[in-house]
């Protein structure tokens, strides 16, 4: 299955730039409001302190210390793994089928990725020391405290898709340079500072390497790695601990990575009439993967019930046993399965296939896999090994600040991508030169003047 | 059984049968009186690392304590051997009865170098593993305890403690293994020698002091992450969620800062994390000497439950009634000569955790059934709160009705 | 710390050696309770060559904790595993960007420029929006 777009002309790949639409800025004013109805929760937060949050202590107080914001924490940073996938996908093993949604992957690397230091940002009792308590700390802590082993591994992710993001923006922006506003000159010419068309080999070089260096770190060693070692290293809570957390961790995180990728590329595909842009052939790949992971997913969960329930050691089959006995749980699963299913289907019987389907599957994906976090952090936290308190387990409800940061974080990257999209080009120059390896036997329809006068 | 029949099962183990007969035979010797334990120990120390492969050098340390305390007797406080002394003494054991009960003396032995002996581990970033110095802990007998809560009271009122947040905590349960119908749990900070929170601490924040292993939150790098939280295996922690009750213009610095400086003392301000810190400001000298080696606890109880010192101190309070219950409680062995020493029942909570806890308990273990009920005395008629998740609820409406309003 | 393990590991096997004793000889007597006063001796003078190996074992065990390798400033689980496995693949392709063709060096300080800047931005960034909130609310 191969994708030719290299017929779609320029302007098509700047429409996004060059449109201004009564829809984008109600988007803008959604993203914003969105944004603002968390500032005002936070807000209260910052007066009283996390109060305001339904969290507690474990132990003689029956409650949890950490839950939504944890919870969202990691789904974010599992969703920021979808621009390397991608990325890696088209540079490393040439699989130019999903060129078109690369940049747009690597862009929802950065927004997730700050939206997961949101969240650890506003999870802390005094976020006022996050730099000041941490830096200083860092070089002797760093060998010992798995929450600095994720600063740093995440610190990394961040900077090195940012990297590679500034120097494959650089030959696009170069080449379309013309076609560009010219109220944002000095932002294009820092961006190409001391670009040659020589340095082209050299970049595209420089950033196999950079692909390489995050597709060994991120998957691996973040996700599949710092970040569920912040549980799995414990040994008082029961549900938490163990070497199937990392594989877990690392299959949700694909899971709701490509989930992700779905729903943004769709969105730009529907609001810019990009369907040759981001033709079908895209999104059957990307469910494909969607099905793969997911069912990674599903079997993981597997392991992890039935030796938590055979004759595991009392206190992990007590927590197993809450676990399969919360129903939302099932509906966590249930959703990914239902994701899989559809997947799987289409793949068998393509005519099966529809984007909006799709998308709304991606849409349960994700809320699944969040609910699968939160449920994994909260009931972890509420079946300790040491349960003689009466008070654990209690019970954790996210309160409405809780709730409202997830608004705001959504509404955040929503602004991101209005924004950076009226800046940069959102799809990769490379994708419709066609020089990039692409088979020319494509059945795609590519024609050159389409009618894709919707947004004009 | 005679001695082919043990010549046997030694050369089963795959040692060498000789050496193991040989100190069969001097064991015998040693039983009768024949041979003084000291040349019998020096007899196959060597043969034993011998047989087992070992480089002499390589067990240098070991050696030097073992010979240089159980074979010259030198008078080093901080020697193993003098902890194994210590040990037969406390327990009321004779040197050759702790022979006898090798497998009893060296679970009692692991007991006491867990605490008394603790020093022989390590502080948490302390890199200190040295007996000499202070190692604060407790010995809590709950065979004394009534459950009257006293100590909680005092804890919460001596360090300014918001509701709920219970530094000092009494479980009382019930325990189809025990017999009674009320049994006590009471529940400090264990001030764990290899305590995960202050392992997991991205700042530091949580640390263990140095110079006694105290284990404390300098509440000024704190970011309130709450990790330590988490990673601890006993639930001694509690953040400050909102306001605390009691505001600082209300504290004396005496109670909040230690001897180096930092503010680790009384409850922590908003936004980061508060534990029982054994009372630091007390220890170090700054609610007045006699005060030292004291908690706000131990002087509430009226039921001699705990003690609380140096447990590298063999003559320390805790070390001290630890021995004398011991004596207390006497085996009756006249039947049985082979019955413990005593009938005192002693453990370390979740020590399996690999914590290394530095209060020690006296009395029974709660099992895996035991479930916490009412006690004698509620937590709301001395005025605690137990479930500090009602007050946070309270807060956390009150708040967002303030600003309603 | 390998001499301690060593330690610790020698005296377990002298305890696990010796303990295979005792277990039988006690089943044994036991067994038989009218058991003659020498085997009850044999008996306890097993028992308590079992006893010399525990104490052996349990001294080695406390010398071996006595490094916590934690107490050291430098050596922990995360030295090796973020400096020598995690941050591997970073060293490799800075390395790549220097040593393999085509190479530009500028452009490969270019690419330690964005790593170094992007880092500073994203920290320095977060110590303002700390500040401020420091100043405001704290």
Same mark, same amino acid.
């Given at each position: 299955?191969?994708?030719?777009?290299?017929?779609?002309?320029?302007?098509?790949?700047?429409?996004?730039?060059?449109?201004?639409?009564?829809?984008?800025?109600?988007?803008?004013?959604?993203?914003?409001?969105?944004?603002?109805?968390?500032?005002?929760?936070?807000?209260?937060?910052?007066?009283?302190?996390?109060?305001?949050?339904?969290?507690?202590?474990?132990?003689?107080?029956?409650?949890?210390?950490?839950?939504?914001?944890?919870?969202?924490?990691?789904?974010?940073?599992?969703?920021?793994?979808?621009?390397?996938?991608?990325?890696?996908?088209?540079?490393?093993?040439?699989?130019?089928?999903?060129?078109?949604?690369?940049?747009?992957?690597?862009?929802?690397?950065?927004?997730?990725?700050?939206?997961?230091?949101?969240?650890?940002?506003?999870?802390?009792?005094?976020?006022?020391?996050?730099?000041?308590?941490?830096?200083?700390?860092?070089?002797?802590?760093?060998?010992?405290?798995?929450?600095?082993?994720?600063?740093?591994?995440?610190?990394?992710?961040?900077?090195?898709?940012?990297?590679?993001?500034?120097?494959?923006?650089?030959?696009?922006?170069?080449?379309?340079?013309?076609?560009?506003?010219?109220?944002?000159?000095?932002?294009?010419?820092?961006?190409?500072?001391?670009?040659?068309?020589?340095?082209?080999?050299?970049?595209?070089?420089?950033?196999?390497?950079?692909?390489?260096?995050?597709?060994?770190?991120?998957?691996?060693?973040?996700?599949?790695?710092?970040?569920?070692?912040?549980?799995?290293?414990?040994?008082?809570?029961?549900?938490?601990?163990?070497?199937?957390?990392?594989?877990?961790?690392?299959?949700?995180?694909?899971?709701?990575?490509?989930?992700?990728?779905?729903?943004?590329?769709?969105?730009?595909?529907?609001?810019?009439?990009?369907?040759?842009?981001?033709?079908?052939?895209?999104?059957?790949?990307?469910?494909?993967?969607?099905?793969?992971?997911?069912?990674?997913?599903?079997?993981?969960?597997?392991?992890?019930?039935?030796?938590?329930?055979?004759?595991?050691?009392?206190?992990?089959?007590?927590?197993?046993?809450?676990?399969?006995?919360?129903?939302?749980?099932?509906?966590?699963?249930?959703?990914?399965?239902?994701?899989?299913?559809?997947?799987?289907?289409?793949?068998?019987?393509?005519?099966?296939?529809?984007?909006?389907?799709?998308?709304?599957?991606?849409?349960?994906?994700?809320?699944?896999?969040?609910?699968?976090?939160?449920?994994?952090?909260?009931?972890?936290?509420?079946?300790?090994?040491?349960?003689?308190?009466?008070?654990?387990?209690?019970?954790?409800?996210?309160?409405?600040?809780?709730?409202?940061?997830?608004?705001?974080?959504?509404?955040?990257?929503?602004?991101?991508?209005?924004?950076?999209?009226?800046?940069?080009?959102?799809?990769?120059?490379?994708?419709?030169?066609?020089?990039?390896?692409?088979?020319?036997?494509?059945?795609?329809?590519?024609?050159?003047?389409?009618?894709?006068?919707?947004?004009? | 059984?005679?001695?082919?029949?043990?010549?046997?099962?030694?050369?089963?183990?795959?040692?060498?049968?000789?050496?193991?007969?040989?100190?069969?035979?001097?064991?015998?010797?040693?039983?009768?009186?024949?041979?003084?334990?000291?040349?019998?120990?020096?007899?196959?120390?060597?043969?034993?690392?011998?047989?087992?492969?070992?480089?002499?050098?390589?067990?240098?340390?070991?050696?030097?304590?073992?010979?240089?305390?159980?074979?010259?007797?030198?008078?080093?406080?901080?020697?193993?051997?003098?902890?194994?002394?210590?040990?037969?003494?406390?327990?009321?054991?004779?040197?050759?009865?702790?022979?006898?009960?090798?497998?009893?003396?060296?679970?009692?032995?692991?007991?006491?170098?867990?605490?008394?002996?603790?020093?022989?581990?390590?502080?948490?970033?302390?890199?200190?593993?040295?007996?000499?110095?202070?190692?604060?802990?407790?010995?809590?007998?709950?065979?004394?305890?009534?459950?009257?809560?006293?100590?909680?009271?005092?804890?919460?009122?001596?360090?300014?403690?918001?509701?709920?947040?219970?530094?000092?905590?009494?479980?009382?349960?019930?325990?189809?293994?025990?017999?009674?119908?009320?049994?006590?749990?009471?529940?400090?900070?264990?001030?764990?020698?290899?305590?995960?929170?202050?392992?997991?601490?991205?700042?530091?924040?949580?640390?263990?002091?140095?110079?006694?292993?105290?284990?404390?939150?300098?509440?000024?790098?704190?970011?309130?992450?709450?990790?330590?939280?988490?990673?601890?295996?006993?639930?001694?922690?509690?953040?400050?969620?909102?306001?605390?009750?009691?505001?600082?213009?209300?504290?004396?610095?005496?109670?909040?800062?230690?001897?180096?400086?930092?503010?680790?003392?009384?409850?922590?301000?908003?936004?980061?994390?508060?534990?029982?810190?054994?009372?630091?400001?007390?220890?170090?000298?700054?609610?007045?000497?006699?005060?030292?080696?004291?908690?706000?606890?131990?002087?509430?109880?009226?039921?001699?439950?705990?003690?609380?010192?140096?447990?590298?101190?063999?003559?320390?309070?805790?070390?001290?009634?630890?021995?004398?219950?011991?004596?207390?409680?006497?085996?009756?062995?006249?039947?049985?000569?082979?019955?413990?020493?005593?009938?005192?029942?002693?453990?370390?909570?979740?020590?399996?955790?690999?914590?290394?806890?530095?209060?020690?308990?006296?009395?029974?273990?709660?099992?895996?059934?035991?479930?916490?009920?009412?006690?004698?005395?509620?937590?709301?008629?001395?005025?605690?709160?137990?479930?500090?998740?009602?007050?946070?609820?309270?807060?956390?409406?009150?708040?967002?009705?303030?600003?309603?309003? | 710390?390998?001499?301690?393990?060593?330690?610790?590991?020698?005296?377990? +096997?002298?305890?696990?050696? =010796?303990?295979?004793?005792?277990?039988?000889?006690? %089943? #044994? *007597?036991? !067994?038989?309770?009218? $058991? &003659?006063?020498?085997?009850?001796?044999?008996?306890?003078?097993?028992?308590?060559? +079992?006893?010399?190996?525990? =104490?052996?074992?349990?001294?080695?065990?406390?010398? %071996? #904790? *006595?490094? !916590?390798?934690?107490? $050291? &400033?430098?050596?922990?689980?995360?030295?090796?595993?973020?400096?020598?496995?995690?941050?591997?693949?970073?060293? =490799?392709?800075?390395?790549?960007?220097?040593?393999?063709?085509?190479?530009?060096?500028?452009?490969? $300080?270019?690419?330690?420029?964005?790593?170094?800047?992007?880092?500073?931005?994203?920290?320095?960034?977060?110590?303002?929006?700390?500040?401020?909130?420091?100043?405001?609310?704290?």
């Amino acid at each position: 299955m191969s994708v030719d777009t290299s017929g779609v002309d320029r302007e098509t790949l700047l429409r996004p730039i060059h449109t201004r639409t009564s829809r984008y800025t109600i988007a803008v004013a959604a993203a914003l409001v969105a944004i603002g109805v968390w500032l005002f929760f936070y807000y209260q937060q910052l007066e009283h302190g996390l109060i305001v949050t339904n969290l507690a202590d474990w132990g003689s107080g029956g409650g949890v210390p950490w839950g939504l914001y944890i919870g969202a924490f990691i789904w974010w940073v599992g969703i920021a793994h979808g621009g390397i996938i991608l990325s890696a996908a088209v540079r490393l093993l040439g699989m130019d089928t999903y060129q078109p949604v690369a940049r747009i992957a690597e862009l929802l690397t950065i927004a997730a990725l700050s939206c997961a230091g949101l969240f650890i940002l506003i999870h802390v009792g005094r976020p006022d020391r996050l730099v000041t308590s941490v830096l200083p700390a860092w070089p002797t802590r760093v060998q010992w405290s798995p929450l600095m082993w994720d600063v740093t591994v995440i610190t990394a992710y961040f900077v090195l898709t940012g990297v590679y993001l500034l120097l494959t923006i650089r030959y696009d922006l170069h080449r379309l340079r013309a076609q560009l506003p010219d109220r944002l000159e000095p932002v294009y010419a820092a961006l190409t500072v001391g670009y040659s068309e020589r340095e082209d080999q050299v970049i595209e070089r420089m950033v196999w390497w950079i692909a390489f260096a995050i597709i060994i770190m991120a998957p691996l060693l973040l996700h599949g790695g710092v970040i569920p070692w912040l549980f799995a290293l414990l040994p008082s809570m029961a549900g938490w601990h163990g070497g199937v957390q990392g594989p877990s961790f690392l299959s949700i995180a694909l899971t709701s990575a490509v989930s992700g990728i779905i729903i943004v590329a769709a969105a730009f595909r529907y609001a810019y009439g990009w369907e040759e842009l981001i033709p079908d052939a895209v999104f059957r790949g990307l469910a494909k993967w969607l099905g793969f992971f997911s069912l990674l997913f599903v079997w993981l969960q597997l392991q992890q019930v039935i030796t938590g329930i055979f004759a595991a050691p009392t206190t992990l089959q007590h927590a197993t046993e809450v676990k399969i006995a919360t129903p939302l749980y099932w509906v966590a699963i249930g959703l990914v399965i239902l994701a899989m299913v559809y997947a799987f289907a289409t793949a068998l019987k393509p005519s099966l296939f529809s984007l909006p389907a799709l998308v709304g599957l991606s849409i349960g994906v994700l809320v699944g896999t969040l609910v699968e976090k939160v449920l994994f952090v909260v009931e972890g936290l509420m079946h300790a090994h040491f349960d003689l308190y009466s008070g654990v387990p209690g019970a954790y409800t996210p309160s409405a600040v809780e709730l409202s940061a997830l608004v705001g974080a959504i509404g955040i990257v929503a602004l991101f991508f209005l924004t950076v999209s009226k800046v940069i080009p959102v799809v990769e120059l490379h994708a419709i030169e066609g020089d990039h390896g692409s088979s020319v036997d494509a059945t795609t329809a590519t024609a050159e003047t389409s009618n894709t006068g919707g947004e004009r | 059984m005679d001695d082919e029949e043990m010549r046997r099962l030694l050369e089963q183990s795959g040692y060498d049968a000789d050496l193991g007969m040989r100190m069969a035979e001097d064991a015998q010797r040693v039983a009768a009186g024949e041979l003084s334990e000291t040349k019998f120990y020096g007899r196959y120390h060597e043969e034993l690392l011998a047989e087992f492969g070992q480089d002499d050098r390589e067990f240098n340390e070991l050696r030097d304590d073992l010979d240089g305390e159980v074979v010259t007797e030198a008078d080093d406080p901080d020697g193993l051997a003098d902890r194994l002394a210590s040990l037969a003494d406390t327990e009321g054991l004779s040197r050759r009865e702790l022979m006898a009960k090798g497998g009893a003396a060296a679970m009692a032995l692991g007991v006491l170098a867990g605490s008394g002996g603790s020093a022989t581990s390590v502080g948490g970033d302390s890199g200190g593993d040295d007996d000499d110095r202070t190692r604060w802990g407790m010995v809590i007998n709950l065979n004394n305890c009534d459950g009257c809560l006293a100590c909680m009271v005092a804890c919460d009122q001596e360090h300014n403690l918001s509701r709920g947040s219970n530094w000092m905590y009494v479980f009382t349960y019930e325990d189809d293994y025990q017999e009674d119908d009320q049994n006590f749990l009471v529940r400090t900070c264990q001030h764990c020698t290899d305590s995960p929170c202050t392992k997991v601490c991205p700042v530091g924040a949580r640390h263990t002091r140095d110079e006694d292993g105290l284990v404390l939150t300098d509440y000024d790098i704190c970011i309130g992450c709450r990790y330590c939280e988490v990673s601890c295996p006993y639930g001694v922690n509690y953040f400050q969620w909102g306001e605390p009750d009691v505001p600082e213009s209300e504290i004396n610095d005496e109670h909040q800062i230690d001897s180096r400086g930092r503010w680790v003392g009384s409850r922590p301000p908003e936004g980061v994390m508060g534990k029982c810190t054994f009372c630091v400001d007390r220890q170090d000298g700054q609610m007045g000497e006699e005060k030292i080696g004291t908690t706000a606890c131990e002087e509430a109880c009226s039921m001699d439950a705990i003690h609380f010192g140096d447990m590298n101190d063999p003559e320390s309070p805790p070390n001290q009634h630890l021995s004398a219950y011991f004596d207390d409680n006497e085996n009756d062995r006249s039947e049985w000569e082979n019955r413990s020493e005593h009938t005192v029942s002693s453990f370390k909570l979740l020590e399996e955790r690999g914590t290394d806890p530095n209060v020690t308990f006296v009395g029974n273990e709660p099992s895996q059934h035991a479930r916490q009920v009412e006690g004698p005395v509620t937590y709301e008629s001395v005025g605690l709160v137990d479930n500090r998740k009602e007050v946070l609820d309270n807060g956390a409406m009150a708040s967002a009705g303030g600003d309603d309003a | 710390m390998s001499t301690r393990h060593a330690a610790s590991n020698v005296a377990h +096997a002298v305890s696990d050696a =010796v303990h295979t004793l005792p277990d039988e000889l006690h %089943a #044994a *007597s036991d !067994a038989v309770p009218t $058991l &003659p006063d020498e085997l009850h001796a044999a008996s306890d003078a097993a028992a308590s060559a +079992a006893g010399y190996a525990d =104490v052996a074992a349990s001294i080695a065990n406390y010398a %071996a #904790a *006595s490094t !916590a390798s934690y107490s $050291l &400033p430098f050596v922990g689980p995360g030295t090796y595993l973020i400096f020598g496995i995690v941050l591997l693949p970073v060293y =490799v392709m800075i390395l790549a960007w220097f040593l393999g063709d085509p190479r530009d060096n500028s452009k490969g $300080l270019l690419g330690i420029g964005y790593l170094i800047g992007l880092t500073t931005v994203l920290w320095g960034g977060l110590l303002v929006a700390t500040l401020v909130i420091g100043a405001v609310f704290f």
